[in-house]
């Protein structure tokens, strides 16, 4: 019987334990989603945090260097406008005047410096109206 309490003590124990773990690695991991908007509005509160910031790329503000390689462009919202760098290759599917998640740090200079774009691509399926 004596065995048995602690089989079930310690299956308990390591139950809580990996429950910590994969409780504390998920929260580490997840990253907010914030609009132009937002994140500018937020300000210093978020200087620093990894972040996702959606918006449109703005047209005639893409500048790209591929001696670097180092893009450098604008997104925006509705009311909003903010400068993004990112250093590595420019994605194939990246164009002006579409959604775009970019992921990364805010810093107190106004400038979001992304680690990672994800273009957003139109559903085929969304209505012409």
Not at 6 to 13: D, E, F, L, P, Q
Not at 46 to 61: F, I, L, M, P, T
């Amino acid at each position: 019987m004596l065995r048995r309490k602690k089989y079930i003590i310690s299956g308990v124990a390591i139950c809580v334990a990996l429950s910590i773990l994969i409780f504390a690695g998920l929260n580490s991991c997840s990253v907010y989603y914030y609009t132009v908007s937002e994140i500018i509005e937020k300000g210093e509160a978020k200087y620093g945090e990894n972040v996702r910031v959606s918006g449109n790329v703005v047209e005639d503000s893409i500048d790209w260097d591929a001696q670097k390689p180092e893009l450098r462009f604008a997104i925006a919202d509705e009311s909003s406008s903010l400068p993004v760098i990112y250093i590595g290759t420019m994605p194939h599917t990246f164009e002006a005047n579409k959604e775009i998640v970019v992921e990364g740090e805010y810093n107190a200079d106004g400038v979001f410096h992304a680690d990672e774009l994800v273009m957003k691509c139109t559903s085929k399926y969304e209505s012409e109206d």
